[in-house]
């Protein structure tokens, strides 16, 4: 089920500090009507600015957090999970045919996927992205009430490549509360590199080189430090 939890994954988070957030973007950002990127890494290939993780660049915003989705059987990233106050998205990267219109096939996939699910709902609406899918899965609440999983799944086609989002928290069903997640993700840079890889193939993700554990209490209960420099990043399982 597309909302269901992966046991087989780990993740990890990145805290981007002061020294690394770019200046420009210490006011926050703003809400945008409609998206021109993300972009590829010919029509972007300034690296200043931006969180290498290999196939993806990230804009390094004021208090935005990364968590990297790991695969636990092979410690591959599998994910890049951007997050703003209570909103998410995640994006992968895969290869795609040069025709394009690999969203196309990938929208309807997710629609007969959700649609199987006994009281789900799901649809399809226009964003800053063009068409994307809006789905709402019933789930229990903590305190055992009905609830719903609320996620909207955008999509973008590249040059011979193809970035999915799928967006949660807040930025899901509140307008005013997704614009400045909408921002991130338009700004995302994808490089595609001249490796060859069958569509859908996910392309290779890589952790920044100066990253560093996040302090954290050790079953005994003592802190685990951390180095001086470089982002953030802690395991949570």
């Known amino acids: ?24 973007d210490q006011a926050g950002t703003d809400p945008v009507a409609e998206a021109t990127g993300p972009y590829d890494i010919a029509e972007r290939p300034e690296a200043e600015g ?21 695969e636990d059987s092979t410690k591959r990233i599998i994910g890049v999970t951007l997050q703003l106050g209570q909103s998410s998205v995640q994006a992968q990267a895969f ?15 997710i629609l007969e996927s959700v649609t199987a699910t006994e009281g789900a709902q799901v649809g399809e609406q226009e964003g800053p992205f063009g068409t994307e899918v809006a789905a709402r899965i019933p789930a229990a609440m903590p305190d055992g ?3 719903w999983r609320v996620a909207r799944f955008v999509g973008v086609d590249g040059p011979r490549w193809f970035l999915r989002g799928v967006v ?4 899901a069903f509140k ?6 997640l909408n921002d991130v993700f338009s700004r995302i840079v994808v490089r595609r590199g001249d490796d ?33 420099r470089g982002p953030e990043i802690t395991e949570v399982r």
Request: without cysteine.
């Open 168 to 171: 949660g928290g807040e930025a």
């Open 50 to 70: 931006y969180l290498d993780l290999g196939s993806l660049r990230v804009p390094m915003v004021k208090d935005l957090k990364v968590r990297l989705d790991l």
């Open 175 to 180: 307008d005013e509360a997704a614009g400045a």
């Open 196 to 228: 060859p890889h069958p569509p859908r193939e996910l392309l290779p993700l890589t952790p920044p080189e100066n990253m560093r554990p996040v302090p954290q209490n050790s079953p005994s209960g003592r802190s685990t430090p951390a180095p001086e």
């Open 1 to 24: 089920m597309i909302f269901g939890r992966n046991r087989n994954v780990k993740t990890e988070t990145v805290v981007l500090p002061e020294e690394l957030q770019d200046p420009r």
């Open 145 to 147: 009430s009905p609830g």
């Open 95 to 109: 290869a795609a045919p040069r025709s394009g219109g690999l969203w196309d096939e990938i929208r309807a996939e």
